[in-house]
């Protein structure tokens, strides 16, 4: 914990002020867009980005991860807190606090039992499929305060606003940076002023708002936001915690994958190693200080932390600066943010979860593996269907069935002698020699409860194509484990081959999987022998069949 | 379907009459007594066991499985109609036949989707762990109606009945057979008769309870129970649809599951081959079959089906003189069962389910894979603690942890060459030998998204021991398959070595793999080269570095 302050060097200064001022520029836009998301008022976005990052910048494990409010886990927590509370009421604001509490003892609790390998439970195809109809569904939900009434029946200069104001971020987002690059600003440079389009399109609102009273003229705008550092917020609602704890647990779960696809992708970058319990462990402490603080649930955000990295971020005293900028922006007067016009905000959350629409991962799976494609939009439209909770429990049964149905199709070999070698290869690939009464069979998979009936079953089908065999040898080479499902499997066919009179061989089993097989009764009812090699097998089982004297086992 | 039938030979009757009238008189206690457990009148179970086993003849894939209520489902549909409606009421009896319908609904979709692969979702650890929770719930649910009251307020007459009749099922269990077998009886002819106990302490609690008239002393009897076949019921409660929608999902996972564990143990004995897609259609049809008539979820019971098998059962016509049997039990005077004192069906329900108390399991488990006995306990602990609905998410989430958790940790064997050979093997086992600026790693696991990551860090940290590599050869022999997360991990990581001028070479690529990569831009993209075999990447990488030509790709 905090090695990076016990190391800091004064060359890292620089970097780490400059990215502070930028994303705390970022941030302000952004925290507010996502707590309307949430359902809540705009402050607590930046109550949310306060506290958090500096908690996470003592507990976490990445360098530059910039950790608050998240587009994604904005709309889970108005998903679980809009049935519970009326939008606006006191008791909304508690249980979305709550919530970042719930979410965040859960995150505490995988990393204090190491469960930081959960990140692994989906897939890209199916991260992607999740985003995207996540994305969808933000911005859906963003048209209504963009046109200031239903796509049908807008609110005409609400509307005009909303529009004007994502041709404006679209506009710097695809054609300010390739203009200041030709101006002569270094790419990456050019790349975070246009970064920044979203504040300069508030303010521009904002002033746009005040100038001409579009509040008067039907225009939503923010209103008054309490000036003021957020004051400790330890209210809850007692008979929420049974309601608030599945879904708390699926939060946890989102903010983690979120935040650990965030560090992948700048671990990556800097040849970093990432540590997946310290993410746990630093999200959780996140999250639980963002309860304290009056917010709702964080995590670590792709886009930001990319903006973090790319405006020179060191070290988390990145973070600690723009939360210490954030601090100030609410100490200072606050009275000119009642002027923002809702329609500019509703235009940054629909410009920033566009570039969430990533088609590339879904043209790459098409091409690649259908099956992953379609888990990709079966998620996806789980989401947009189903809601966001659905579907990420679509995407975990997605990811784990293909596993289950990948493995329970294991690659098994008929062996054959590449003739007057030692060597036993696949008789399908190559001109491999089989004898009557000896089966060969290679097994190409690490042998568990997914596969262990299929294994069985593709056995005794290869045994009733090979009526004259009298022993049958597995070559383990390739099995790197056999569980407690798999080892009864074994046992059950081992018993099954004696009734039959057929030898059950092994070969070449590899040193741990035997290791652990001598911790069961297996090797001593084996009805057969354990050789090191497949051609010693062979030999051996030649010699027997042709009356020669068995010697003992290897 | 019924080919079987088509099949049909005079020598088979024999076998099928016997099994038939065994299975008969177990189903007549056993199919009430389960009733009982769903929380349903016992006639009900009756019901449950005409119908469904004639069509699941009609359907199913085995040929000795009987069809019909089962203790866990029964708890199960107790579970989860409980909250929702008195019990007794007309609703209580509608809603268990509709989630017989909706489980049935589900496994004719699962099986029309050719998903039959899910029974391997659960651990033989964790189904064991789960039996034996549900063996502990049942048991427990059963303790009042067999002492009539609370265990430290019994009524004596009832208690003294219901343990007298504990006392002599217990007998049959373990003193009959050994008898019957002394007596000249062959042994499974004797255990077939132990197996009928049930049938005849019940007929003589019966018997007793009219005789000294043990209704007027408070012990409680079964009651009128209506005479005559089932009527056709297409009752249904539109409102609870939604409620119904996931309990009868995982009712229907666990009425599949059930059912092949069963079905498997029969398929072994005659090695015969199973069909899971098959058996989901065919207890699909069964379980809307029941709800047809009147009953409530039902499956295959490995007990019963054990008891059919070793009556000499040999196509599914035993299963149809059954529920023929069953039909005019309930057409002959049903006035007797109304004296059926219920301390002695609760008794037979708690012996029944004491021979569900597997702990062999358990004991493997714990000397073979410590992580599998864990995940034995938890689950049955979660059945005791929470609920068996919540046993079987824990189940399925401890299954798939587990699997998760050992894919996440792939073995990644560092390669170095035998003295004078083409041989390439673990350095760590061998005396291989490595070269400073080459590093050879032989994957040894599918790369999937469970393992992609993990793999991607295993190998940056073996370049970090070895700084002055200049080339990886990652060796392919073992690796079958590559999902497009791990592809798009191994494009990443292609683009991060390349920056660092580090090559990236692919040995020994099995065909299927190679057929796969050529659908992307991996191959194109790749810094390096690919090579048949280890040696010749070694041999031909050393004379590139040497300062030789290189010569084009194989």
Redesign the interface.
């Known amino acids: 914990m905090l090695d990076w302050l016990r190391q800091y060097r004064r060359a890292l200064l620089p970097g780490d002020i400059s990215a502070g001022v930028v994303v705390a520029m970022m941030m302000i836009p952004q925290g507010m867009a996502y707590a309307l998301v949430a359902g809540l008022p705009p402050v607590a976005g930046i109550y949310a980005s306060i506290l958090p990052p500096l908690v996470y910048a003592v507990f976490g494990s990445s360098m530059t991860q910039s950790v608050g409010p998240m587009a994604i886990v904005s709309l889970m927590t108005a998903a679980v807190v809009g049935p519970l509370a009326p939008a606006g009421s006191g008791l909304y604001g508690v249980l979305a606090a709550q919530l970042a509490l719930v979410a965040g003892v859960v995150l505490l609790l995988c990393g204090a039992l190491r469960l930081g ?10 991260m992607s499929g999740f985003t995207v109809g996540c994305a969808l569904v933000i911005a859906a939900g963003q048209l209504q305060p963009l046109l200031g009434g239903r796509w049908n029946a807008p609110h005409l200069p609400s509307a005009l606003l909303g529009i004007a104001a994502i041709a404006a971020l679209l506009a710097a987002k695809y054609g300010l940076a390739p203009l200041l690059r030709r101006c002569g600003l270094r790419a990456p440079h050019a790349d975070m002023a246009a970064r920044l389009a979203p504040m300069f399109v508030v303010v521009a609102a904002t002033v746009l708002a005040a100038a001409y009273d579009l509040g008067a003229r039907g225009v939503r705008l923010t209103g008054a936001v309490p000036s003021g550092l957020p004051e400790l917020n330890l209210a809850l609602s007692m008979r929420h915690w049974d309601t608030l704890l599945q879904p708390g647990l699926l939060i946890g779960f989102i903010v983690f994958l979120m935040s650990m696809s965030a560090a ?1 992708a700048m671990a ?1 970058k800097r ?1 970093e ?2 540590a997946g319990n310290r993410e746990l462990i630093g999200l959780g402490a996140a999250n639980v200080a963002s309860m304290v603080s009056g917010g709702f649930p964080v995590t670590g955000s792709m886009s930001r932390s990319a903006v973090n990295f790319s405006a020179g971020a060191n070290t988390p005293l990145a973070s600690v600066i723009t939360a210490a900028l954030l601090a100030l922006a609410l100490v200072a007067p606050t009275g000119w943010l009642a002027w923002l016009p809702l329609p500019a905000l509703a235009a940054t959350i629909i410009v920033a979860v566009l570039g969430m629409l990533d088609l590339d ?1 879904l043209r ?2 098409w ?3 259908r099956g ?1 494609a379609l888990a990709w939009l079966a998620t996806g439209a789980g989401v947009v269907a189903l809601g966001v909770e659905a579907g990420v429990i679509v995407g975990v049964a997605l ?10 199709r294991p ?1 098994i070999a008929v062996l054959g002698r590449i003739a007057g070698s030692e060597h036993f290869r696949n008789v399908e ?1 190559y001109p491999a020699a089989t004898e009557p009464e000896m089966v060969v069979l290679r097994i ?3 042998l ?4 262990a ?2 294994v069985s ?1 593709r056995i ?2 290869e045994l009733r194509t090979h009526p004259s065999a009298r022993d049958l040898v597995l070559v383990m080479s ?1 099995v ?2 056999i ?3 798999a ?2 499997a074994l046992t ?1 066919l081992n018993a ?1 081959l004696k009734r ?1 009179a057929i030898g059950l061989h092994l070969a070449e089993v590899k ?1 741990p999987v035997m290791d ?1 097989l001598r ?2 009764d297996f090797l001593a009812a084996l009805n057969g022998q354990l050789f090191l090699s497949t051609a010693m097998a062979c030999d051996h089982l030649h010699q027997t069949a042709a009356g020669t004297l068995c010697p003992v086992r290897t």
Chains 1, 2 share one sequence.
Do not use: C
């Open positions: 390998f959960l990140a692994n439970f989906f897939s890209r195809p199916v992948q990556l040849n190693k990432l991962t790459l799976a091409r690649y593996d992953d990811s784990m069935g293909t596993l289950i149905w990948r493995a329970s690659h690939r190409d998979a690490n568990f409860f997914g596969n009936e299929e079953a005794e089908e390739a790197s484990s569980d407690t499902t080892l009864l059950e099954s039959r040193g652990r911790h069961s």
